[in-house]
């Protein structure tokens, strides 16, 4: 089962009889709110409404798996039977906008990894991939990345992959942030 890919699971999740709904789902994610009444799993609505963020970050990934671009989201629309569709988060317009999407699928993923097990959320948070997306998603981040620090030479164009892959340990020695304190996360990095 550990071979199947993230949308089977979607699909699998989004396909439970609203009948054993509150059966399975507090098993698959037994920190969940709903969890305080199993049975309001079974309600078609509510159970839709909860799983929602699945949808969200399995659209994202699929963005991610067909290279398409990262910083360009659409607008979240709720379509409920009967009614026309009433947009949740608009599109992305700006800098400002994709980063407010990007924590949006940030706190949907926290959200998911809490009602699943609270433990693994907290070693998550502390993972270093977590701590250096926090980073690039941050003010200094982008700064770091608009005045080409992931460039292994500012005065050279854009490299192609098996450039980069080449260069990459020059890139790595050139862009290595240095430690020189903790901020409100620990163990963040702070560039030079």
Request: glycine share 2%.
């Amino acid at each position: 089962m550990s071979r199947v890919t993230f949308g089977f699971w979607v699909s699998i999740l989004g396909s439970i009889d609203r009948r054993y709904a509150n059966q399975i789902l507090p098993n698959v994610f037994p920190f969940h709110s709903l969890n305080a009444h199993p049975n309001d799993w079974n309600d078609q609505n509510i159970k839709t409404n909860a799983l929602k963020f699945i949808y969200e970050l399995n659209h994202f990934r699929n963005r991610i798996a067909h290279h398409e671009p990262l910083w360009k989201f659409s607008a979240i629309k709720d379509t409920p039977h009967n009614r026309p569709p009433t947009i949740i988060e608009p599109a992305s317009n700006s800098l400002n906008d994709s980063l407010a999407r990007f924590q949006r699928l940030l706190s949907l993923l926290d959200e998911a990894m809490k009602a699943m097990n609270p433990d693994f959320h907290v070693d998550m948070m502390q993972s270093s991939w977590r701590r250096k997306l926090d980073y690039l998603l941050s003010e200094q981040g982008i700064s770091r990345y608009k005045n080409l620090k992931h460039c292994p030479d500012i005065n050279q164009h854009p490299l192609t992959p098996i450039q980069f892959r080449k260069k990459f340990k020059l890139i790595m020695k050139k862009n290595k942030p240095i430690q020189v304190g903790y901020s409100n996360m620990k163990g963040l990095f702070i560039p030079e």
